[in-house]
């Protein structure tokens, strides 16, 4: 029924899940998760992470290191064209701009976007974009670097519907959170009302940014669910739509 298009399985705690990866997965299932993306954020954390979901077909993942991560992770086309090739990844990143926390490494972080841009256009596979209080640098880069030609999603949304709006016009995705059901995100989910059915996602980010009513816990994609009520309560539509929906766009989307 429910598709998380932005999770991190390998940052997860197992002592929840009695450190066994296949009991987490037995409540993922349960919670009725069909598909989820594993995405990368550390090129050095990249093989321990495939290998931990290699063997699930349910589980696709991406390749890229996060902007905060920069200025320890050197990105090099060539080495993301190369582990982007493998058809278990369905995306390149997650990659953009965060001068909240990490203003500081700006010049990396636009240069290693820039790379990660040119690795998607290359094996046509969509960008999954990071950006906070970046929205002109993350826009230009996207404009300049073709998204129309690769595809994209800003995931994890919490920018302004202009921003929406002009990612919209370049023929991206837009994805929400659990960021959705906080008390103080009025703002997001008039942003989530007017994003078209077949331009959003949602998503969990777990191990991060848990749902009302788990908020403050460590998140997982089973709880993927509360953002599909969130945005159906939002939407005037049944949970049920608001999973198919998401569901053909993750489809769409990721090509799989």
């Not at 050197?74 to 993301?80: I, Y």
């Not at 640098?137 to 994209?152: A, P, S, Y």
């Not at 599909?228 to 309560?233: D, R, S, V």
């Amino acid at each position: 029924m429910f598709y998380d298009s932005h999770c991190h399985l390998d940052r997860i705690d197992l002592k929840d899940f009695n450190n066994n990866f296949s009991e987490l997965m037995d409540v993922i299932q349960q919670a009725q998760v069909e598909r989820m993306l594993c995405v990368s954020i550390s090129l050095d954390e990249y093989p321990s992470m495939k290998a931990l979901v290699q063997d699930r077909d349910n589980i696709d993942i991406s390749v890229g290191v996060h902007p905060c991560d920069t200025q320890d992770d050197t990105v090099k086309l060539q080495q993301l064209i190369e582990l982007g090739s493998d058809p278990k990844v369905v995306a390149i990143g997650e990659t953009g701009l965060d001068y909240y926390y990490s203003k500081d490494t700006r010049e990396q972080q636009l240069s290693s976007f820039q790379v990660h841009m040119q690795a998607a256009n290359e094996l046509k596979k969509p960008v999954i974009i990071h950006t906070r209080d970046a929205q002109k640098d993350t826009l230009d880069i996207l404009k300049e670097g073709n998204v129309e030609t690769c595809g994209g999603v800003l995931h994890c949304f919490t920018e302004s519907w202009d921003m929406a709006r002009q990612a919209l016009d370049m023929g991206m995705y837009i994805s929400f959170s659990g960021i959705v059901t906080f008390k103080n995100a009025e703002a997001l989910r008039e942003v989530a009302r007017q994003v078209p059915d077949d331009r959003f996602l949602i998503e969990t980010d777990s191990p991060y940014l848990a749902p009302v009513p788990h908020r403050g816990k460590q998140n997982h994609p089973g709880w993927v669910g509360h953002v599909a009520e969130c945005l159906a309560e939002v939407r005037g539509n049944s949970v049920e739509n608001i999973a198919e929906l998401s569901k053909v766009n993750y489809l769409r989307l990721f090509d799989t």
